[in-house]
């Protein structure tokens, strides 16, 4: 018990790094909450300080995910005993990357260092899921490409992507004895509903057609104003 809340800890205070606030303010002189759609992530990085900068934020905050799941979660096992299971019935190793994993994108999403003010855990997300099971959610990144690509809307094609994701376990595992635990089913849909709430301003947005969709890659020019819609 002690080494799992030890690790979980860890990976929050990991995942709670704020990636596109401390690049933006130490590189540009630029707090990217003040600008664009005000949301401290990678999209608007990437509409507000152009597509090194954007790139940059993106694999990072996706390292934090993949990083917490692979190794951080395996120092439990050298901290008090080890890990122990709550249900008998779920893989130890299954929990104890769900539980590192969930809790880098929770510190993405409510990063103590900025005020409990940040991101909407996508990238981070993926990063995670990806040291879970790389194969589901490759799909769902497949899909988050084309949806992007066909709408120009980054919003439109996290939620999709999110959505689909816990069916691609469910086909996989049932549909072809891919083995995947329940407890990561389980988890995963939990993961993809709060990435979907945490995008409700996005939806409403869609629904009224007037959210933002990403029409460059470059770095915006002339003055930084903060717009009214969010990606």
Known sequence: MISIIT????????????SSIWYGKMFRGVDIREHGSGNAGATNTFRILGWKAGTIVLLF??????????????????????????????????????????????????PVYANFNGGKGAATACGMLYGIEPLSI?????????????????????????????????????????HIDGSIIIFSSALALTIIIKHKGN?????????????????????????????
């Open 203 to 231: 939806i409403k947005r869609l629904m009224s057609g007037t959210e933002n969709r990403v029409s460059s890659f470059k770095p915006s020019s002339g003055k930084l104003n903060k717009e009214q819609s969010t990606a």
């Open 7 to 18: 690790v979980v800890i860890l990976c929050y205070l990991i995942g709670a790094i704020p």
């Open 61 to 110: 905050d996706f390292g934090k995910g993949l990083f917490c799941t692979l190794v951080v979660s395996q120092l439990a096992y050298s901290i008090a005993g080890g890990p122990v299971s709550f249900y008998e019935g779920w893989d130890v190793n299954s929990m104890l990357l769900i539980f590192c994993g969930v809790a880098a994108v929770i510190g993405h999403m409510f």
């Open 138 to 178: 490759s799909i769902s990144l497949a899909v988050f490409l084309i949806v992007m690509f066909a709408s120009r809307y980054v919003s439109l094609a996290s939620i999709t992507a999110s959505f689909i994701y816990p069916f691609n376990q469910l086909i996989l595992r049932y549909g072809f004895d891919w």
